[in-house]
């Protein structure tokens, strides 16, 4: 069982920056594909960001694509989203997921297993 636990949401101005933050636990963190995904009012969740356990493969949605960063710590367990030039279009409840998957990567929520409670981010014009 992984436990994901998110952070750093809030309130931001359009073209303004945040980091996003999710600690998971558990011991084998690196065997996990750890994936951010955001779900905004009325809309089906949709996919953002993510990274192999190892970081050697990494993907982003097109909408996000050169502006949102996505990394991992796994001697901290913990995955990021920098999310810079953020738009009012970003604004959404930010999820982030892990799946026991030594090599590779999904891009469907379908993929993880485990997911996080969400994350607010609000942007403001």
């Known amino acids: 069982q992984v436990q994901l636990v998110e952070s750093g949401g809030g309130l931001v101005q359009a073209g303004g920056s945040l980091r996003l933050s999710c600690a998971a636990s558990?011991?084998?963190?690196?065997?996990?594909?750890m994936a951010w995904f955001r779900q905004a009012p009325e809309k089906e969740r949709e996919f953002v960001a993510a990274?192999?356990?190892?970081?050697?493969?990494?993907a982003y949605a097109d909408s996000v694509k050169g502006r949102f960063t996505i990394s991992r710590d796994n001697a901290k367990n913990t995955v990021y989203l920098q999310m810079t030039s953020l738009k009012f279009e970003d604004m959404a409840v930010y999820y982030c997921?892990?799946?026991?998957?030594?090599?590779?990567?999904?891009?469907?929520?379908?993929?993880?297993?485990?997911w996080g409670q969400g994350t607010q981010v609000t942007v403001s014009s």
């Open positions: 997921a892990a799946d026991l998957r030594p090599i590779g990567l999904s891009r469907t929520a379908q993929g993880y297993r485990y």
């Open positions: 558990g011991r084998t963190f690196s065997n996990y594909a």
């Open positions: 990274i192999s356990g190892s970081s050697v493969t990494i």
